[in-house]
């Protein structure tokens, strides 16, 4: 006999924010695991790279981002979720679809 599957996101009727994080932990790829140094800036002694603009810093301008592992600076940084600019689009994306679904 055949079961029939839950849908993975059959339960968003909740709203909730962990819901929503939840759902975007799930659609980002994960580039760096937490605690994993930065890059180190090839033309420098003492500065890591930024993931995404590829800007040296020192180590203490950069941030990990929570979601996806990546070292960012001032600039690529959310500090509202600490999430990196790049995460935050999704998470951007994610609740308006969000928002849609809830209005039908």
Known sequence: MLWK???KHADRS???PEDL???IRRD???IRDQGNPP???PTSFAAYLCDLCNTPHPLSG???CTLCGR???ESCWTGEFYICNSCNGLKKLHSLQ???ESTR
């Open 5 to 7: 599957k839950k849908e």
């Open 39 to 41: 890059e180190k800036d």
């Open 62 to 64: 950069l941030r990990q």
């Open 28 to 30: 980002v790829p994960r």
């Open 71 to 73: 070292w960012t600076c």
């Open 14 to 16: 909740r709203g909730t």
């Open 98 to 100: 969000q928002g849609r």
């Open 21 to 23: 994080i939840a759902r």
